[in-house]
């Protein structure tokens, strides 16, 4: 199985930083696409940002100019770094990977625990 181990997040400031990581260990044979997703209170979760295997990056319009996603693979790790923060921001940001435990297993998602990013105005 793989494991997700999410860090980073805590309380900012409007204008802030704060900066997200996320650890994959575990029985890992080869992680595809990583990204982050966020949930805040009363809402559907969503995309925030995803990196593919290639270093191709998408990213939700809310969160363009002010967010970067980039990912460690010799540390299979992604992260996320969060620059001017918004209100709008707070949620519970969800690390995500597309991975495989070994060469002849199905690709599989997996999900991290949550991490709680409140951003104060």
């Known amino acids: 199985q793989v494991q997700l181990v999410e860090s980073g997040g805590g309380l900012a400031q409007a204008g802030g930083s704060l900066r997200l990581s996320c650890a994959a260990s575990?029985?890992?044979?080869?992680?595809?696409?990583m990204g982050w997703y966020r949930q805040a209170p009363g809402k559907q979760r969503e995309l925030v940002a995803t990196i593919e295997g290639d270093g191709y990056t998408n990213y939700v319009d809310s969160v363009k100019g002010r967010f970067t996603i980039s990912r460690d693979n010799a540390k299979n790790t992604v992260y996320l770094q969060m620059n001017s923060l918004k209100p709008e921001d707070t949620a519970v940001y969800y690390c995500?990977?597309?991975?495989?435990?070994?060469?002849?297993?199905?690709?599989?998602?997996?999900w991290g625990q949550g991490t709680q990013v409140t951003v104060s105005s």
């Open positions: 575990g029985t890992i044979f080869s992680i595809n696409a």
């Open positions: 995500n990977v597309w991975g495989k435990t070994t060469k002849w297993a199905f690709w599989d998602t997996y």
